[in-house]
């Protein structure tokens, strides 16, 4: 397989080491273009990466000219969009008009409505895509979205639960926390500053069988969840997420509700009220004198994910909690991935949270380039075979474990490996 990644930030460099070190003789990977519009930046993942496979090119993600142009120099198979979700409509569309596969790790943006965004949708994330799919389908390409973290993994989570561990199912939940901390840093962004923003502020999405997707205020509902690995309890709040239009797409018959939420804490909530209070949150304005947005310029002047991540010190963990019937009795299941930030850093040199990312489009790239996954049109990793995912986490040793909540299943599991203990110590 042949790669243009639009983009080499911190997931992009991530994902080029990981792929690196995963296929270091081109068994499955034959190139993979790394391309930026900071040459100096590409050319440093290049160097780094010290691959001829891995070449590095100048680019504007924004200028579908220059981005066709590199597609057509190297003959590549899917374009790898790294980049904001800014970028999305940009490149998905590049992809299908120059008749390639596409991926991304976060959906199209949304437009919150304009009079009442908590109690109506408007434009919902991944919209544009996702009109899109007969196109996609009908010329044979794949345009698989979201296959990040979360999204990403967590939709591969879930659909895992469905097929091996429940026959019924009432809720979908995604949890995302963690205790990353940074000495000298009052606050710190794992991720896209510019993303984190976004959709912290926008209004939160949620889904109910009955209801179908609905909008509710940011930071609403906060509930109480304790993450295993040492992680602990922590406060989850609703937040704008991709899941919740993702997964009623496309497992709406086997679910009645479905959220997710986010373990951001107090001191990280009031930065962000303070942001949209000051409108630095705006990002359609210009600061006068300039072209970029007052979002754009937080962006230059807080401290950046690639900045932080060798002083970041804890976990982040990120799973799917999945609540139902399994032979008549109620079952709660977490699915997750947790990722230790000095280890990530020592194993890859990226921090946790672009890491635990970058992790999740190279082992999908490996499935689809094998031939095990296969499909046409605009679809997210929730409409493919679970298990050879799991599987192949495994061998990339990217920890995925399952937690058996506490239920009336759970009891009678309890129950019959006390008893088979003693049948077998009494034999």
């Not at 409505?113 to 899109?132: C, L």
């Not at 973290?149 to 809720?171: L, S, T």
């Not at 000298?184 to 984190?196: A, H, K, L, N, P």
Request: aromatic share 10%; proline share 5%.
């Amino acid at each position: 397989m042949k790669i243009l990644m639009v983009g080499t930030g911190g997931v992009g460099e991530a994902a080029a080491v990981i792929a690196s070190k995963r296929d270091p003789k081109g068994d499955w990977l034959e190139l993979m273009v790394l391309s930026d519009y900071s040459l100096e930046r590409a050319q440093s993942v290049s160097e780094r990466i010290a691959d001829a496979r891995f070449p590095a090119e100048k680019v504007n993600a924004r200028n579908k000219d220059e981005v066709k142009a590199l597609v057509q120099k190297y003959q590549v198979d899917l374009l790898f969009n790294a980049c904001d979700p800014s970028f999305n409509e940009n490149l998905f569309d590049v992809a299908f008009e120059c008749g390639v596969h596409y991926t991304d790790m976060a959906l199209s943006l949304s437009v919150p409505h304009p009079t009442d965004p908590y109690h109506k949708t408007n434009v919902m994330m991944g919209d544009y895509q996702f009109a899109k799919h007969e196109d996609w389908e009908k010329r044979g390409l794949l345009a698989l979205v979201g296959i990040g973290m979360d999204p990403g993994a967590v939709n591969v989570f879930a659909r895992f639960a469905q097929k091996h561990y429940f026959d019924e199912i009432d809720e979908i939940s995604i949890k995302d926390g963690g205790n990353l901390s940074a000495e000298g840093y009052d606050i710190t962004f794992g991720f896209s500053i510019w993303t984190t923003i976004d959709e912290c502020l926008n209004p939160p999405f949620k889904w109910e069988k009955d209801k179908g997707i609905y909008t509710v205020e940011p930071f609403s509902e906060p509930e109480k969840f304790t993450f295993p690995d040492g992680i602990g309890e922590q406060e989850l709040v609703n937040v704008e997420h991709e899941e919740m239009v993702m997964l009623p797409r496309f497992m709406g018959d086997v679910a009645k509700r479905m959220s997710f939420k986010y373990g951001l804490g107090a001191d990280f909530i009031t930065m962000l009220k303070n942001l949209r209070a000051l409108r630095l949150d705006d990002k359609l304005s210009k600061v006068r004198g300039t072209e970029f947005s007052p979002r754009d310029v937080v962006g230059m002047v807080a401290p950046s994910p690639v900045e932080v991540a060798d002083k970041l010190k804890g976990k982040c963990c990120v799973g799917t909690l999945v609540t139902g019937l399994k032979d008549g009795k109620e079952r709660k299941v977490f699915l997750y991935q947790t990722s230790d930030n000095e280890e990530l850093m020592e194993r890859i040199g990226c921090g946790c949270v672009v890491g635990q990312t970058a992790y999740n489009p190279v082992m999908a790239f490996e499935l689809l380039a094998k031939g095990i996954w296969q499909g046409k049109g605009v679809l997210g990793p929730e409409c493919f075979d679970p298990d050879p995912y799991i599987e192949l986490a495994d061998e990339y040793d990217f920890y995925m474990g399952m937690m058996e909540m506490e239920s009336e299943y759970k009891k009678l599991m309890d129950k019959q490996a006390l008893l088979s203990t003693v049948k077998i110590l009494s034999k």
